[in-house]
């Protein structure tokens, strides 16, 4: 084979592993390994790092991706590049550049490169060869990746698209974008030679793309009298940072940070940026944070009155609202609009007002709140409004109640468990886009692991993208660590839904090269170890199974053991823990062999994103049996002897849980507001109950 013909086809390979079809490595794949090739780029070697030029007028969302990819090569080669105005002499450079308003990045005079670019973009220079200007230019977020003699071009269609090619870049010189909850370093390397590239990214299939940092129980301090973290309070400046990070790495351009916390306005200022849209649920109408009425003394700050009531309180509640409008107009914003209570309940109208009477009311506030918007806005910003469908408000809607200024995005909500209640059958005068959920805190709450597979994830995507419902992306991820995996398959399925559907099984494609990306030489085994665990854990409370048993047996033997009467376990309750116990006997001998064959940082996160999900109803099904077994048995000393014997079970969770607590995750399974003492929902409950039980008797 010819040399030419060779590298034909690893250019090939690398560009089409690119997308989100799943099929190849990502991770480092345009990292040169072999001898550099022509056309091939050094950005570290023994002349130094290369040189990172950020012009003097760029948004802030370009300088802090240049900030991150020189970080990031720090980190591979142990050198830091340069991040400079203008180029100098004798160096290689990672250029930095967007094409559009309305953040013009104008070039250093008389570098001279070779095609021009049309008038009237703001430009002083031209850019290579194959950038494609006019292809990129009015695209939304569209990049091109491109090697030029000594040069790597990063331009983008606006600042975010520039932003998303710096971090692409990132991840295909190494860096894993999860990296913050993976705990993976990139591959050292003393030189670093990027393969000759031209990539081009066209604009996302979603527009607006983001996580939600929904319920914060575990992160918020100081602690409450329980000792759990405060509702109320605050969670360091340091997790949004890398919240933010992620979501940016992911190509994803929007957040929603807070519910119930302290909001230092430094965190949405920082999301803002950094290139983030801050943005908010479905009752944080125009950002004002209804939850802070009375709990944080907003309703008084902003002169809005000691009453929630639109009847009685018109301007006070529209004083308020203006108050959110003002604090924020300087952001990116997306704002949401509509009327709900003061925390996640629906407004209470007059008793036996009409539903068409409540839809007018509706229209009159949001007719409301989109001119005040407008009217307080600086002139440079066009608004962008989103109202979510959320509980009644879908039958409402279908109903024909409620009506929307044109230029609303309506946001369609799944049951909290990841199957989309409904979707637009027309889109009528409006946009569409979806609110999603992998964590939930409700009828299914799931916020310890992750319980939505990516097979739901898939066939409900497809229905959104078939809909239409393609403006807007909202995913309920709470503090993130324990979704990573389907939150990347949701945020590339955004980035790339054609690619992502183009073939069958997506689902599948994802998750094995998930595995391969992730776990090396692990992966073939990991995948199965997934499977297993998708059909162990096949419904959002199944991961409590043991955990309740171990429970409502322990309070059952309290009373065996002083004599007094007890319900027994009922007839299905054992037959359904052998069941499940021999699932996970099948299941973990095929986790243990993944794990086998990873290195120590693969091992770690497999443990933590896989592993840890199984063992947590795992070791609480093997005490149950011995606990259900010994609520029948006459002889108490063989009975207590049982229940002695649960104990190894759970005290190995306990030391498993400690092993999953690694910085900067320590305490991340302690007892919250939503995982209290006294529910199975707390890890530690079972553990706990026995022990009490164990400690009761002389």
């Known amino acids: ?289 209804p939850w802070g009425y009375q709990r944080f003394g907003l309703g008084k700050a902003r002169n809005a009155g000691e009453t929630w009531d639109w009847f009685s309180n018109r301007e006070g509640l529209l004083s308020f609202w203006r108050g959110g409008v003002l604090e924020n107009r300087g952001l990116d914003c997306i704002w949401p609009v509509g009327m709900r209570g003061t925390q996640d309940t629906s407004y209470r109208f007059p008793a036996g007002m009409s539903a068409e009477e409540r839809g007018r009311v509706f229209r009159e506030v949001i007719d409301a709140q989109v001119g005040m918007t407008k009217d307080l806005l600086p002139k440079d910003k066009t608004p962008v409004f989103h109202f979510t469908l959320y509980g009644e408000m879908l039958r409402n809607y279908q109903q024909g109640n409620f009506d929307f200024p044109a230029d609303v995005i309506l946001v369609w909500d799944d049951n909290g468990d990841g199957v989309m209640r409904a979707l637009p059958e027309a889109p009528g005068k409006w946009k569409h886009g979806v609110y999603y959920h992998l964590a939930f805190l409700g009828g299914t709450t799931k916020q310890t692991h992750h319980t939505v597979t990516p097979m739901r994830i898939e066939e409900e995507f497809r229905k959104i993208v078939s809909a239409g419902a393609t403006e807007y992306m909202l995913v309920n991820v709470s503090e993130l660590r324990e979704f990573v ?126 592993a840890l999900g199984l063992l947590i109803d795992y070791r609480p099904t093997v005490a149950a049996i011995a606990l259900v077994e010994a609520m029948s048995e006459p002889d108490l000393e063989k009975a207590w002897g049982m229940c002695v014997a649960a104990r190894a079970p759970l005290e190995q969770l306990e030391l498993d849980l400690l092993w999953a607590e690694r910085p900067p995750f320590a305490g991340w399974y302690a007892p919250t507001w939503i995982r209290p003492r006294g529910s199975v929902r707390n890890v530690h409950e079972g553990y706990e109950q026995l022990r009490a039980l164990l400690t009761s008797r002389p």
């Open 1 to 289: 084979m010819s040399r030419l013909f060779a590298t034909v086809l690893t250019s090939l390979w690398m560009f089409s592993a690119v997308a989100q079809e799943w099929s190849g490595p990502v991770r480092g794949s345009w990292v040169q390994t072999g001898a550099p090739q022509r056309g091939d780029v050094t950005l570290v070697g023994e002349r130094g790092a290369c040189e990172i030029v950020v012009a003097p007028e760029a948004h802030s969302a370009i300088l802090r991706a240049a900030t991150c990819l020189a970080r990031d090569l720090f980190r591979i080669t142990g050198q830091w590049p340069s991040i400079a105005t203008s180029a100098s002499e004798g160096k290689v450079h990672v250029r930095l550049v967007s094409v559009a308003p309305p953040h013009p990045n104008p070039l250093p005079e008389g570098e001279g490169f070779k095609t021009p670019l049309p008038e009237g973009v703001g430009f002083k220079t031209s850019l290579p060869e194959g950038v494609g200007f006019e292809k990129l230019a009015g695209q939304w977020e569209a990049y091109r990746i491109l090697t030029d003699d000594d040069d790597v071009w990063l331009v983008g269609s606006n600042f975010r698209g520039t932003a998303f090619a710096a971090y692409a870049l990132c991840e295909r010189l190494g860096v894993d974008p999860l990296y913050h909850w993976t705990g993976y370093e990139p591959q050292r390397r003393k030189t670093l030679v990027l393969k000759k590239t031209d990539y081009e990214s066209p604009p996302p299939s979603f527009k607006y793309r983001g996580l939600f940092h929904d319920d914060e129980d575990i992160l918020p301090r100081p602690y409450d009298a329980n000792g759990y973290p405060m509702q109320t309070g605050t969670v360091p400046l340091v997790w949004y940072e890398r919240f933010f990070e992620t979501a940016l790495r992911l190509r994803m351009n929007q957040v929603a940070p807070y519910v119930r916390v302290q909001r230092p306005f430094e965190v949405q200022k920082t999301a803002s940026d950094w290139g983030l849209f801050y943005t908010s649920h479905h009752y944080d109408t125009l950002l004002s944070n």
């Open 485 to 610: 995996m389907e939150a990347r398959m949701i945020a590339e399925i955004c980035w790339d839904a054609t690619a992502a559907f183009a073939q069958p099984d997506a689902a599948g494609r994802y998750v094995d090269w998930f595995c391969r990306e992730y776990y090396g030489a692990g992966a073939a085994d990991a995948v199965e170890a997934y499977q297993r665990y998708y059909r162990i854990l096949d419904t959002h409370d199944k991961i409590w199974y043991g955990n309740s048993k171990v429970v409502g047996a322990v309070g059952s033997l309290q009373k065996k053991f002083r004599g007094e009467s007890f319900v027994p376990a009922q007839a299905a309750t054992l037959p359904t823990l052998r069941t499940r116990l021999s699932m996970y006997e099948e299941a973990l001998p095929v986790v243990g062999r993944a794990a086998d064959r990873m290195g120590n940082a693969e091992r770690q996160f497999f443990f933590e994103n896989c």
